[in-house]
């Protein structure tokens, strides 16, 4: 394509816009006139269909009344009375109907005629109604004027189709009073209908709700049946209201409006062709070809004329431009012209100012981001923890050597991988809750998740902390997760949980020793009674350590799941009364009762309360917490014990001490206790597994005003 100069372009540019502007304004004239018109068009043939519904609703309800009248009047009533008196009713009918009922007659109750009058004169053939569907309806609704369209002959008919046959049976008291038929061909019935004509070419039909035509300005139309499907939606159609649409009726492309008159099952449709709905908004079109040539050789010699005072210093700029472009910062730009390119100019010499400073100031914050990365990549690859940065979508961005190390896998496998690729399956859930955590609040998160080492996928345990990445405007960009590897501490107390098992089974030897050698001694029968019972206190101290022993091993297989419990009835009020029996010492102490209700009353000795447990669990159980209870109890206040039965056994045990505050949360977890020189922490952990194991579970309460209440439930079916 060959150079243009600036001047061209201009004025080409020029023209253009000229071109398009002058087009725009035509088309867009065009449209908004020729919608105007059409509108204009709409409204006319919408008109003339209402208009003529109007007409046509009226003249059937004048005839509606025409006939109301004929049924009602004496000469009716008088022939029903009197048969003899028919040359008088023949009259009555000839004096009253007019050139649009071409056929009245009278109809006894039976629906046969007895007197017809057909163009005025006595009619010859006398027909029975009495199985009309509407004999029978007007028959069904005395004193009412019923009608119907007919528009298929018949034997029985006096007048070629179509035409409205009106019926009208009069009752006076519950007595027949006489009826009366009356036929009026549609085509007088509005007569005008035939030869009206709009918009030289547009005319009016008249038809029937399935579709029939009634009345037509072409004869040879009437009768014939139009498919009205081409007319969605006309069933929707209310009275006083209109459909308008354009489609093919008749074999012709024309313009429809359609005004139902569902009263009396017709439908009347003006209709102008699709030509003459057209014809004057396409005259529009020549005008509009004309206004734009003037308006683009207007524009055309004016764009000659603005092109030579543009260019000049257009190209001084462009001549700049060009030295700047090759590094030249030092280049002075000038101008005369006073107009819009010196203002153009000037501000170009702004900017040019402006663009210096900004490329000195882009240089120094580009150096100063380097060093801030290169020091960032020293402490991120230098950092002993394993560090990822995660995208918005939890997809690996970056990872340390320490977390490929940790991972087992190369920086190049990682990157952009989902990183729940490498988390043990089982803790999917949890890390997606986390992360919508982090996206939505953007709070840190702390969790101990088993990740998948290497190709073989082997599972580390791992402590986690994740941190939300925001963008410059607060948005969530990423996630920075540290991960340690905590194999090393779980190794720890698996190990101490082994000593423990080893201790446990180790001392039960020398103990069945302790425990035997008392009934040795005794059976010497050398010893006094003091010697005996010292010797009672040895033996027992020794099965009470062995059941603490044994207790402890129960613990572990619970711990396990490996407890087999078989469960039996429990009777808690016993076990209580044994309770506070072995803890007679401390509750003298501190003088404190053990008080036991069973359904909001003290127990007796025969009470009992039978729950389906492990005894030895129950018991162990109960008394961790009732001595927990004791020890948190404040000096002479009771400890209360509370038996229920609901929807599960319910056993609540309360104090009047609370829990203090950092306990709360963690007071079921192991080696949890505060304030206890001697205390395990393994009180309540026991109390709430030996609880599960039992299939039950078990809750806690407490508060400065009320105290301690813990509750412990069983199922009532294990």
Not at 101 to 112: E, I, R, S
Not at 192 to 207: D, I, P, Q, R
Not at 321 to 335: C, F, P, V, Y
Request: charged share 25%; proline share 4%; hydrophobic share 40%.
């Amino acid at each position: 394509m060959p150079r243009c100069s600036i001047n061209t372009k201009i004025m080409l540019v020029q023209l253009f816009m000229a071109m398009l502007g002058a087009g725009a304004l035509a088309i867009s004239g065009y449209f908004i006139l020729s919608t105007s018109l059409k509108d204009c068009q709409r409204g006319k043939i919408e008109y003339v269909a209402t208009s003529w519904g109007s007409l046509i609703g009226q003249k059937i309800s004048n005839k509606i009344s025409q006939i109301e009248k004929l049924g009602k009047d004496e000469a009716v009533a008088s022939y029903t009375r009197l048969p003899s008196s028919e040359g008088e009713l023949a009259e009555y009918f000839k004096s009253k109907t007019g050139r649009c009922l071409t056929v009245v007659a009278y109809l006894n109750k039976y629906g046969l005629e007895q007197l017809k009058l057909l163009h005025g004169r006595k009619g010859r053939y006398l027909f029975d109604h009495g199985q009309s569907p509407l004999f029978r309806q007007a028959k069904a609704h005395p004193n009412q004027v019923l009608f119907k369209i007919v528009t298929e002959a018949a034997h029985s008919h006096d007048l070629p189709p179509p035409y409205i046959e009106f019926v009208y049976y009069s009752e006076s008291r519950g007595h027949f009073a006489g009826a009366v038929m009356a036929k009026a061909p549609i085509t007088r019935l509005v007569p005008e209908l035939s030869t009206f004509h709009f918009e030289h070419s547009g005319f009016v039909t008249l038809l029937s709700k399935d579709g029939t035509v009634l009345c037509h300005p072409d004869k040879n139309r009437i009768l014939q049946q139009i498919n009205l499907d081409v007319f969605p939606g006309l069933d929707k159609l209310t009275p006083g209201s209109s459909l308008f649409k354009r489609a093919p009726v008749f074999g012709q492309d024309e313009y429809n409006a359609i005004v139902p008159l569902p009263e009396l099952g017709l439908l009347v449709n003006a209709a102008l062709p699709y030509q003459q709905f057209l014809a004057i908004p396409n005259k529009l079109i020549f005008i509009y070809l004309a206004i734009l040539f003037l308006t683009l050789s207007l524009c055309l010699a004016v764009s000659l004329l603005l092109a030579k005072g543009i260019t000049r210093p257009i190209l001084e700029l462009a001549a700049v431009s060009n030295r700047l472009a090759q590094g030249d910062w030092h280049q002075k730009i000038e101008t005369s012209s006073a107009d819009e390119i010196g203002v153009l100019a000037k501000s170009f010499r702004v900017m040019k100012n402006r663009l210096y400073d900004m490329i000195l100031s882009r240089d120094q914050e580009i150096l100063a981001r380097k060093e801030s990365e290169k020091r960032y990549r020293i402490l991120f690859d230098s950092a002993p923890d394993a560090i990822s940065i995660l995208d918005s979508e939890g997809r690996i961005a970056d990872v340390n050597p320490a977390w490929c190390e940790l991972y087992g896998m190369g920086r190049k496998e990682l990157i952009g991988q989902p990183s729940l690729n490498f988390i043990a399956r089982q803790y999917w859930e949890t890390c997606q809750l986390n992360f919508a955590k982090l996206k939505e609040e953007h709070a840190d998160v702390e969790e101990e998740i088993a990740i998948l080492y290497g190709l073989e996928k082997d599972q580390r345990p791992v402590w986690r902390k994740a941190r939300a990445l925001l963008d410059e405007d607060g948005l969530f960009n990423g996630v920075l997760v540290y991960d340690r590897d905590i194999g090393y501490r779980k190794e720890a107390e698996r190990l101490r949980e082994d000593l423990d098992r080893i201790a446990r089974h180790d001392l039960k030897a020398p103990l069945n020793g302790i425990i035997n050698l008392p009934q040795l001694i005794r059976r010497e029968n050398n010893l006094s009674s003091v010697q005996l019972r010292w010797l009672q206190m040895i033996e027992d101290s020794g099965y009470k350590m062995l059941d603490m022993i044994n207790s402890s091993l129960d613990l572990y297989r619970m711990e396990e799941g490996t407890y087999d419990f078989q469960p039996v009835g429990v009777d808690c009020v016993a076990i209580l009364h044994k309770i506070g029996l072995d803890l007679l010492h401390q509750r003298q102490a501190k003088d404190t009762e053990l008080k036991v209700y069973l359904a909001g009353q003290l127990v007796d000795e025969n009470a009992s309360y039978i729950v389906p447990g492990d005894e030895l669990l129950c018991y162990s159980m109960l008394a961790n917490l009732v001595k927990n209870a004791l020890e948190a109890s404040p000096f002479g206040k009771p400890i209360e014990v509370f038996l229920e039965s609901k929807d599960n056994y319910e056993i609540t045990i309360h104090n009047f001490g609370s829990v203090p505050p950092e306990l709360k949360d963690c007071f079921f977890a192991k080696y949890t206790t505060v304030g206890k020189k001697t205390g395990t922490g393994l009180g309540t952990y026991s109390a709430r597994l030996m609880a599960r194991t039992q299939h039950g579970d078990i809750a806690m309460r407490s508060s400065a005003e009320e105290g301690t209440f813990i509750t412990v439930f069983f199922p009532k079916a294990v």
